[in-house]
Each structure stands twice: as C-alpha cells, then as structure tokens.
T-cell receptor, first 113, second 114 residues
Framework: KAGVTQTPRYLIKTRGQQVTLSCSPI?????VSWYQQTPGQGLQFLFE???????NKGNFPGRFSGRQFSNSRSEMNVSTLELGDSALYLC????????????FGQGTRLTVV | QKEVEQNSGPLSVPEGAIASLNCTYS??????FFWYRQYSGKSPELIMSIYSNGDKEDGRFTAQLNKASQYVSLLIRDSQPSDSATYLC??????????????FGKGMKLTVNP
C-alpha cells in the first residue's frame, strides 16, 4: 500500500513569490492535514481538508491556503512568500480526520531567499 | 491557547533500559492522543495512538493515558540505539469555535547509548 506522497521534496523561492505544494494521501483516506515544522516553533497545524472542504484551520495568515480535489489529493499554496516561511511542510492523511491516526509524507523543504 | 507540553530533554538512557517520556495537555475535552517518532531529517512516524484511560501496549512500547490528570506518557522497554530519535506527543484540541486540530508538543530527544 503506497504511503503519503509529497512533491516536490525541495524548493527554493524568492521573497514575494508564491508556491504550490502537492500531497497525495494513502488510498482510501479522505482527510488531509497540513503542518509547518520549524526548529523554533515545532510542528504547527495549518489546516485540514475532508471531502474537498476545509474543515479545520490553524492560526496562520490568509497567505496560506489550500484545496482538495475529488480524488482526495490536496494542494497548499503560500502567496507573497516571506523569509520566515522557510520550513518543512508536511502533510498527513487519515481516514476520518484529526481525531484518527494520521500518517505523514516525507515533506517539502521550502527555502525562501 | 490550548497547549501540549513535553520536557525538552534531552533524555539519555543506556541500551536495555526503560525510557520514559511524558506529556501534559491543557484541554480537558481532548479525546485522541498520539506518539510520533521523528528521526533527524525525516518525517514523523506514528508509534502509538490511545483514546481511553489506562495502558496500551504494542511490542516494546506502552502508552499510558490519565485524563483526570491530563497527562499521557510513553514507555520504551529494552531501549535500543535505533530508538534514538525525537519523540513527539500529539493531542487533539477543540477550539472555542468548535474547530479541531492536532497540537504537537515540542518533542523530546532520546539518545540510547550502546
């Protein structure tokens, strides 16, 4: 059974640009959550999508957005990149949502210069 | 702000010993609790989930949950050098608007010495 797949693995972007990250969940999982991991703040919840709808949201600015497609694949977009957005972005998939076991992808390492 | 707290460590134990990792949380309504292991440069890997008070055992790992005291712990028996990693406690938190999110502790770095 294939795991969670995130693309790309590494990205370097310039301040002010925008970026789109992709996540393909485990087959049969309908929930995809996104997290930002930094050395200072640790793992922080961005948002969760379930059946193409954003169901839960963390405390991040509106520059961070996402969507989910009918096949449960999800994308996360960050607009007007700032240096502080440099982080490891992780997605996790689960059957029902944040209350159930979630499995992480390998992450996308974003560097903003 | 509802929080999940872990001692930052690091924790160092000899091979074969029991490693004990603890976590406290502030949301009395939390229902779901997880332990993840993260090796350096890798993504978190789910080790255990626990939903009810008491102990849950899986191989060398035992998760313990006490909702009255709002803590959850992870015991690793017969620790091996391959257990050396950062261990993350995660708790489902419900915000005032009814939204839910999985909140992680900052992690505890465990080193098992041969």
């Amino acid at each position: 059974k294939a795991g969670v797949t995130q693309t790309p693995r590494y990205l370097i972007k310039t301040r002010g640009q925008q970026v789109t990250l992709s996540c393909s969940p485990i087959s049969g999982h309908r929930s995809v959550s996104w997290y930002q991991q930094t050395p200072g703040q640790g793992l922080q919840f961005l948002f969760e999508y379930f059946s193409e709808t954003q169901r839960n949201k963390g405390n991040f600015p509106g520059r961070f957005s996402g969507r989910q497609f009918s096949n449960s694949r999800s994308e996360m977009n960050v607009s007007t990149l700032e240096l502080g957005d440099s982080a490891l972005y992780l997605c996790a998939s689960s059957f029902w949502g944040v209350n159930t076991e979630a499995f992480f992808g390998q992450g996308t390492r974003l560097t903003v210069v | 702000q509802k929080e999940v707290e872990q001692n930052s460590g690091p924790l160092s134990v000899p091979e074969g010993a029991i490693a004990s990792l603890n976590c406290t949380y502030s949301d009395r309504g939390s229902q779901s609790f997880f332990w993840y292991r993260q090796y350096s440069g890798k993504s978190p890997e789910l080790i255990m989930s626990i939903y009810s008070n008491g102990d849950k055992e899986d191989g060398r790992f035992t998760a313990q949950l006490n909702k009255a005291s709002q803590y959850v712990s992870l015991l690793i028996r017969d620790s091996q050098p391959s257990d050396s990693a950062t261990y993350l406690c995660a708790v489902t938190i419900t915000e005032g608007d009814g939204s839910e999110k999985l909140v992680f502790g900052k992690g505890m770095k465990l080193t098992v010495n041969p």
